[in-house]
């Protein structure tokens, strides 16, 4: 019964929201235990929670809480398989942390009612994707070269760690084939003063395979000739590391 109640005033609120984002923004919402949420949190970090945000994660997968801009709690939605992802995800950090010329922030696992709630650090800075066009136009090589190692020497890695999931134990990397997490522009954090990549985060979709789609040029990349300078940056690498 409260559930149903529940529904139907969400229904009714979210039908006075004209933007659709926004609106499924605020059903998640309304639909989600917040505050017992935000009751965990508090009890996790011991923090006065003076600051908080919310996010939907991609697809609806996850709430995310930013709390102080200190941390972000993702909390899984409705997910069948959330506990695997969850783990999956801790292990592919754990193993790229090692690799990786930018820093990957850890991935902290708690269990909260039955299920399993991920911490990270939130990380100050910039989206790619947020950027400017005509910034990242300015800073286009130093963008694109860092881009680029970073592609490179997480395509190229082969974790022990990792092998069981790879669509084989024996497929090795190569040319555009390895380990890559597809979302660049979301999830590349730059520091807007230095022009450096400070962090890479999310690896919750990461896969091996073919990630040759990164540098496609479509609707997603709206900075078309960042990723065109990082694949002739990344070709000028895997020649040099490879003759």
């Not at 991920?118 to 136009?137: N, S």
């Not at 979709?205 to 073919?210: N, P, Q, S």
Request: glycine share 4%; with cysteine.
């Amino acid at each position: 019964m409260a559930g149903s109640i529940r529904r139907f005033f969400t229904n009714v609120i979210c039908g006075c929201v004209y933007n659709k984002d926004t609106r499924k923004r605020l059903r998640v919402i309304l639909n989600s235990p917040m505050i017992d949420s935000l009751r965990f949190i508090k009890k996790n970090t011991g923090l006065r929670l003076k600051k908080v945000k919310t996010f939907i994660g991609y697809q609806a997968r996850n709430l995310l809480i930013s709390i102080n801009d200190k941390y972000i709690f993702k909390f899984p939605l409705r997910r069948s398989n959330s506990r695997e992802l969850t783990m999956r995800e801790s292990r592919i950090v754990d193993a790229f942390a090692r690799i990786s010329p930018i820093y990957i922030p850890a991935v902290d696992v708690f269990t909260h009612r039955g299920v399993l709630v991920r911490r990270y650090e939130f990380i100050h800075g910039t989206q790619l994707r947020q950027m400017p066009i005509d910034v990242a136009m300015a800073n286009i090589d130093t963008l694109a070269r860092q881009i680029a190692r970073f592609i490179y020497e997480i395509g190229m890695s082969d974790p022990d760690t990792l092998r069981d999931l790879k669509p084989t134990p024996d497929a090795r990397p190569g040319y555009m084939y390895g380990w890559s997490q597809g979302d660049i522009c979301d999830n590349f954090i730059v520091d807007m003063n230095t022009m450096k990549i400070i962090a890479f985060i999310d690896w919750e979709d990461c896969a091996f395979g073919d990630y040759s789609g990164i540098f496609t040029i479509n609707k997603r990349s709206p900075h078309r000739e960042l990723m065109a300078a990082t694949l002739r940056e990344y070709d000028r690498l895997f020649q040099e590391r490879n003759k």
